[in-house]
C-alpha cells in the first residue's frame, strides 16, 4: 500500500538539543499530519499541513511540508523531558489515514 | 461525552475465547476507525466507518475479527477464538467527517491473550 516512512526509528536526544524527524513518501501527499503518543498513552493530534512548502510553528516544534508534497518534517528546538515520546506522520487517503512507523524520542536529562 | 470512550481499558483472556471492545465516537462525529497498536509498533488501520455508508473492513487481519456500530454511535469490535498474536492496544478514534479531517482516539483498549 501506499507508506510513509519515517526516519530515525529511535532518537536519543540531550536536553537542551535540536533535533529532526523526517516523513517521506515516494508518491504525492495531500496533506500530511503528525501526532505524538506519550509511553503509555494513545496518540494525540498535533498539525495538519496542506500547502505545498507550508511550516507551521508550535512553540519549540516546527513542522515542515516540502515543496513537491512527498515529504515533511518535525524539528524541536531546546528539547525538553516532555517532548519524550513516539511522533508518527500520517497521510490520508480520502477517509483513511495511514501512519508511518513513527520516531521514538527520548532524552537524557 | 468530552472524548473517544473505550471499554474495556485492560482485558486478559484465555486462548480461544472471544472478547468485545466497545467504542464511544465523540458526540457528533460520524466517522469512526478502530485500529491496532502492538507493542513498540505503528498504528495498523483495522475498520472504518461512515455514516450509513458500508464500512471499509480491509484492515481486519482475519474472519475471526468483526465489528459492528449501531445507530451511527457505539462501536464494538469483536475478535473470535482469540490467538496469542491478538495482544496488542486496540485503538479506537472519530472523527467529525471524512477526508482529511483530525481523529481523535481513546485511550485504548489492552488486551493480553494468555
Known amino acids: 500500500g501506499q507508506q510513509v516512512m519515517q526516519i530515525p526509528q529511535y532518537q536519543h536526544v540531550q536536553e537542551g538539543e535540536d533535533f529532526t524527524t523526517y516523513c517521506n513518501s515516494s508518491t504525492t501527499l495531500s496533506n500530511i499530519q503528525w501526532y505524538k503518543q506519550r509511553p503509555g498513552g494513545h496518540p494525540v493530534f498535533l498539525i495538519q499541513l496542506v500547502k505545498s512548502g507550508e511550516v507551521k510553528k508550535q512553540k519549540r516544534l516546527t513542522f515542515q511540508f516540502g515543496e513537491a508534497k512527498k515529504n515533511s518534517s518535525l524539528h524541536i528546538t531546546a528539547t525538553q523531558t516532555t517532548d519524550v515520546g513516539t511522533y508518527f506522520c500520517?497521510?490520508?487517503?480520502?477517509?483513511?489515514?495511514?501512519f508511518g512507523a513513527g520516531t521514538t524520542v527520548t532524552v537524557r536529562a | 461525552g468530552a472524548g473517544v470512550s473505550q471499554s474495556p481499558s485492560n482485558k486478559v483472556t484465555e486462548k480461544g475465547k472471544d472478547v468485545e471492545l466497545r467504542c464511544d465516537p465523540i458526540s457528533g462525529h460520524t466517522a469512526l476507525y478502530w485500529y491496532r497498536q502492538s507493542l513498540g509498533q505503528g498504528l495498523e488501520f483495522l475498520i472504518y466507518?461512515?455514516?450509513?455508508?458500508?464500512?471499509?473492513k480491509s484492515g481486519l487481519p482475519s474472519d475471526r475479527f468483526s465489528a459492528e456500530r449501531t445507530g451511527g454511535s457505539v462501536s464494538t469490535l469483536t475478535i473470535q477464538r482469540t490467538q496469542q498474536e491478538d495482544s496488542a492496544v486496540y485503538l479506537c478514534?472519530?472523527?467529525?467527517?471524512?477526508?482529511?479531517?483530525?481523529?481523535?482516539f481513546g485511550e485504548g483498549s489492552w488486551l493480553t491473550v494468555v
Open positions: 500520517a497521510r490520508s487517503n480520502d477517509y483513511k489515514l495511514s
Open positions: 478514534a472519530s472523527s467529525r467527517t471524512a477526508s482529511g479531517n483530525t481523529i481523535y
Open positions: 466507518f461512515q455514516g450509513n455508508s458500508a464500512p471499509d
